[in-house]
């Protein structure tokens, strides 16, 4: 299938602007004083255990802050004034947007980026493609550096190691995921109480449960964000690393043939299929998170997936006694590969310093105050949720439904999966959006579903223009 005019304008807008190499701004963020960008004047900063990046106080610093499931707040209240209160001379000129592709593509094609990028979102600008055009500044020095907190721990030791993996893009370490995203399901603790609906741990438990509600006439059984199906996929992906292994989303990242046609991909279809057809809320393929969202909070509908960040999105229109929970994706039978309570988590909320920002070292050391443990467990209490900073949650007030997937992330234990394919390679994420939505409305079966993605995968792995990542 032929890729749209968005994928074209997304790509080629990236490879037409001038670049200069990352590793030359590493450099700069590297060496005992450096060096000037080139769109500055300031004179060379020496670097200390305090300033291990040279940051010149004084020069502004253009931060963007995807106005998200977890807002703009955490940025202008927490992490700006901490790093305004070490460079009280540096202008920090803060934005907001919910469409960052749409608004900083411009300004890379141009040559001109920003400093910071919370680069996150269903508008967020292609991983792949930035980390093929040279424009994502190596962070490696951000990991080796003194953390904020206590100069003799580095900042890699401060971290979830998951950080570190999903952020490295053809060898290079250059996205920050911030937040550890927490997926499964999610409903009201209230509601399930009220109502002596148990929280199921089979796939036939979970058919047994959307009867029931559907029977009770109370509200209808499950919903998803209809306009931005990737919710729904999230939960099937899952449902097939269970059934067959992690061995399952490897292969879709690594464009293996016929991965998407995988018997585990086949089964975990068929089965999400069947909840579309009988027990969506009425309208689900017209609306969008935040409206399913809320017909939840309004008792509409019992059950949704979606990710960590929901009960902070969601706190304007949340009764005070609603108690978010989640569980994790049932287990389909008793011979899945992967055990009861295994989830998809990975690091998210992804920040980034372009390789062309006017400020890179301001950048990096933004994000290295944005990595204490303080700054960290702030943003974590503030909008409910866990940081992938070490510790950060410690003896601080979670919210039920940050709670509840807290403890489910610690039962999980080792039995975490995620993919990597919808970052790697966003035409293919746009069909998998685009082909969900059909399935669950009945557009599409099973097999012409897994035919559609598969197809596309091979285009992708037949295009030399495009860099192709490989997982182990």
Same mark, same amino acid.
Not at 27 to 55: E, I, L, Q, R
Not at 100 to 122: C, E, H, M
């Given at each position: ?26 450099? @700069? ?40 499931? #977890? ?11 901490? #790093? ?135 509200? @209808?059984? #499950? ?238 792995? @037949? ?10």
């Amino acid at each position: 299938m032929p890729n749209t005019p968005h994928e074209i304008t997304r790509r080629q807008l990236l490879r037409g602007a001038a670049l200069v190499p990352a590793a030359g701004l590493l450099a @700069a963020c590297a060496t005992p004083a450096a060096k000037p960008t080139s769109s500055s004047s300031a004179a060379p900063v020496a670097t200390s255990a305090a300033n291990p990046f040279g940051v010149a106080d004084g020069k502004p610093l253009e931060i963007w802050i995807f106005d998200g499931g #977890f807002g703009q707040d955490y940025a202008k209240n927490i992490h700006e004034p901490l #790093f305004k209160a070490k460079y009280p001379k540096s202008e920090i000129k803060h934005n907001a947007t919910k469409e960052i592709t749409k608004v900083l593509q411009p300004r890379f094609a141009g040559g001109n980026p920003p400093d910071v990028i919370d680069n996150s979102g269903a508008g967020a600008m292609d991983f792949g493609a930035l980390a093929q055009d040279g424009q994502l500044l190596d962070l490696a020095p951000l990991l080796d550096a003194p953390s904020w907190d206590d100069p003799s721990t580095k900042v890699r030791d401060t971290l979830d190691p998951a950080v570190i993996d999903l952020g490295t893009f053809d060898g290079k370490f250059s996205v920050l995921g911030y937040v550890n995203y927490i997926f499964g399901i999610w409903y009201s603790q209230k509601a399930f109480k009220d109502n002596g609906w148990e929280i199921p741990k089979t796939w036939d438990d979970f058919l047994k449960l959307c009867e029931t509600i559907k029977k009770s006439g109370k509200m @209808a059984p #499950f919903t998803y964000a209809g306009k931005f199906p990737q919710y729904l996929y999230e939960p099937l992906l899952t449902m097939a690393a269970k059934i067959g292994g992690p061995e399952v989303l490897v292969n879709l990242d690594n464009l293996e043939d016929g991965a998407w046609t995988a018997e585990p991909m086949k089964t975990a279809a068929t089965a999400w299929a069947e909840i579309g057809a009988k027990y969506l809320m009425e309208g689900t393929a017209g609306l969008d998170h935040v409206q399913t969202q809320t017909a939840q909070n309004k008792y509409k509908v019992a059950m949704l997936p979606s990710g960590s960040w929901l009960e902070n999105e969601q706190k304007t229109t949340t009764p005070p006694d609603f108690d978010y929970g989640m569980f994790p994706v049932p287990d389909f039978t008793s011979s899945d590969k992967l055990p009861y309570g295994t989830l998809h988590s990975s690091p998210a909320e992804n920040f980034i310093v372009p390789a062309k920002a006017a400020n890179p070292q301001g950048g990096v050391e933004y994000l290295r105050a944005m990595l204490s443990k303080k700054a960290a467990g702030d943003f974590s209490e503030l909008v409910k949720t866990v940081s992938t900073v070490k510790g950060a949650g410690e003896g601080r007030q979670l919210s039920p439904g940050a709670a509840s997937a807290t403890a489910a992330y610690q039962a999980a234990g080792a039995n975490i999966v995620y993919y990597r394919w919808q970052g790697w390679y966003a035409q293919l994420k746009d069909e998998a959006i685009a082909a969900t939505g059909e399935l669950m409305t009945g557009g599409l079966t099973p097999d012409k579903y897994l035919e559609r993605l598969q197809k596309k995968s091979d285009e992708i792995k @037949a295009d030399s223009s495009i860099k192709k990542y490989k997982r182990a």
